[in-house]
Every structure is written in structure tokens, then in C-alpha cells.
């Protein structure tokens, strides 16, 4: 039976740009990390390190329209300052995914260029120094459509999968599933953030105990992100 | 620090129409279960217990469109044989939440009548039973706009916070934080799911470990279903 255990990852000093998150978590939690675990990352942490950070004006409190129209494909919807748009990367999310809470006064944090370069990584870089195979998600907080409050979803990954496809699966009665192709590295994303909090200066958490068969090259973009052929919404 | 554990509840047996899910769990898990446990218990459940299922030919293998419409006050997109609709709840999903898989040929689940009801029942029978509290989610399997893959989400909550409102919240540096209403049941039926599979038999899953504070008097009616005016994408 599974069993799943969670616990965040303290200790992790204000990042800078140019920082190996890889060695931050090891000199943080590597005595506590194994094989088989999945360590979830947020995004913002990513975004700091990789320098993927604009400089907007030290009073603003809300994210200015034209730096999200920049980091656009598309703009889906308007409301007074709150855009949903279309990333580069074929996220929709409000803003871009920019991000003006805890960062210093005068920049915002943009999205990783490619959040599943940002997992592998992490997930070579925590190898190389502590000969541990883990599954990598860097996590977001998105709002959805028709459900008020927001949750945390994957938007890259290494390491585990990002949707386990259960097409072939009989159900309990032994017909075929139709629900059948479940996201699981959202799923983590969310149980992450369980112990995470918003404001808590947790930028990382262990999930302990997932099945070995989800343990494999995988990358949200490939996986998750709907093309917009596929897509009733856009 | 928050430590999560999650684990999934066993044994129990194919659930009938006027079963007792509180009766259910105790007998399998009674002596597992602790006070500021959330109990996570699937829609499919709730519904066969609670007799919500409607005959359809044993032949079909997809939902009948009609009866979707039946459990539907608005359809907002249909591509074949999938519809995506609004429920006399307010959730919005793929046909209306009604399932073929996981029930004997011949009949379909229809969503509980007031999930948040159920999740009430189901908490106050544990409590009767084993003379504990505990939180009750009860979770469903969503698809979602623009990306692919199901997680599941709450429809029914009692006894744990369907959103936590951070809005006073300062963050790590000190400012107002932004992404403040945090869907926190959601992410308990997504954490949930990871240990429950689609077609494993296991109905329930136990989180443990949840901060006290979210262990208060909640709905997910109330705090998570968005009324249309608010609404971008309806």
C-alpha cells in the first residue's frame, strides 16, 4: 500500500541569482533526502536563481499589464489590472505567472524559460552531489476558471512523471477506465504545498514514497500543457 | 513544521445503496484514524451509498448525453461526446460528474445531491463511532481547461477548511501577499488521490498532520464554487 509522507525543506537562505539550487537543497536537506523521493521546488526560487527577474517600479503593487502582455502568447482575458493570458510556454494563468510577492520592492519574478530544464537540473545536480535519484517538480500557483482560491500545479519536472496514462487499466469491476490519464505531478505540486504555505519562506518539500513506476524521464511541457487544437477554453 | 502522512483506507468492501460511510470506515480504519485526521472519502462512494446512481443500457460505454443534461443547468461546450457543464452545484465539468467506470454494467454514479452534507454525515458518524474529530473531504476526479490530465478536487467538505484566506498575510519580506485564498481542500483530494489510484478499490485516504487551524466549519459551496458574475470563463 502507499504511504506518503511530506515535509518541507527549511533552512534556505534568500536566493540569489547565480545560486545552484541543487547545493542549497543538499546543504539544507541533504542528510534527509533518498532515493526515490520527489522534491518539489517553487517556481519562485527557480525564477531567483536563474536571474529570471524584471525590474518594475518599487511602489507598484500590482503587476503591470505590459510586462505580462511581454511575457504573452495571448491574452485570453481582461479584468480592470487581472490578465489571463497565454505563456510562452502554453501556460494559462493570471499574469504570466509574474509575481510580485516575496521578492525585494522594485522586481517581479517571470517564469523559468523552461521549468523542465529547471527540475533536471536539480534532479542532475542533487545526483552529482549526493548520488541520490530523486524525481524533481518546480511548482506555481495558479488560480482556475469556476473555482474560487488557487492552487499549486507542476510546471516542470524531472524524474517523475507528469501524467501517468492509465488507458490500458481495468477498473475495479474489470472494464476499461475512461478517466485515464491523471497528473499527477500537479498532484504532487498540490500536496506540497500543503506544507509549504504562501508565506512561510518554504520554498521546497520532500514527497516521500511514490510508487517506483512514476520514477522516469518526464517533462510538464510535453505532457500537460493542452495544445490549443485540443483545448474548449481559448 | 508540517509533516504530512498520507495512506489510503483498505478493506472496504463494495459499497451499497444505504451503507453508512462512517460505519464503513470505522470498521476498516477506526482504529487508525486519530482526531485532526482529514478523512478523504471518494465521490463514488458517497454516491453509491447514498443511492445516486441512474440505469443506463449495460451496453454503453459512455455517459448518455441526455442524462448529463438532466444533471446540468447550463452546458458550456460540447466536442462529440463530451459535454462540459455546469451542475445544479455550480461545479464545472465533463458530464456533469456522472461515471460508468468502478459500477456494476448498467448503472451510473450521479454526484451527491450536497457533498458538503455528506462530508458532514460522515464526520459526525466518526465521531459518534470512535469518539474522535475529524476532517472530511470528499473529492472527485476533474478534467481541466488547458491542461491535460485529471486531478482530483473537493466537492464536499466538513470539519477542514475548503479555502484559507491569507489576505492580512504579510510574506517572507513583509508585504501584503497577493495569492492569498488558498484552495486547501483541493489540494488534500490531489494529495489524496496520489494514494488511492483510479482502479485500485481504495475509496478513502487519511491525511495526517494538517495545522489545527484549518480544522474549522466550512463548505465548499460556499467557499469554492464562483459565482458566475465573478467568473472569466463562463
Known sequence: MTRLEIFGVEGIAEVQPGDRLADLLAAAAGDRLRSGDVVVVTQKVVSKAEGRMAEVDPAEIRVPPELVEAESVRVLRRRGPLLVSETRHGFVCANAGIDLSNVAAGLATLLPVDADRSARRIRDGLRARLAIDVGVVVSDTF????????????????????????????????????????????????????????????????????????????????????????????
Not at 179 to 197: C, N, P, Q, S, Y
Not at 212 to 224: D, G, H, K, Y
Open 143 to 234: 488560480g482556475r476558471p469556476w473555482r474560487r482560491g488557487v492552487a499549486d500545479v507542476a510546471i516542470g519536472c524531472a524524474g517523475v512523471a507528469a501524467v501517468l496514462d492509465l488507458r490500458e487499466t481495468p477498473d475495479a469491476m474489470g472494464r476499461p477506465l475512461h478517466v485515464t490519464e491523471v497528473a499527477v505531478a500537479d498532484e504532487l505540486a498540490a500536496a506540497a504545498e500543503l506544507v509549504m504555505g504562501k508565506a512561510s519562506g518554504v520554498p521546497a518539500a520532500v514527497v516521500r514514497g511514490v510508487p517506483r513506476a512514476w520514477l522516469r524521464e518526464a517533462s510538464v511541457r510535453a505532457e500537460i500543457v493542452r495544445s490549443p487544437a485540443e483545448d474548449l477554453f481559448r
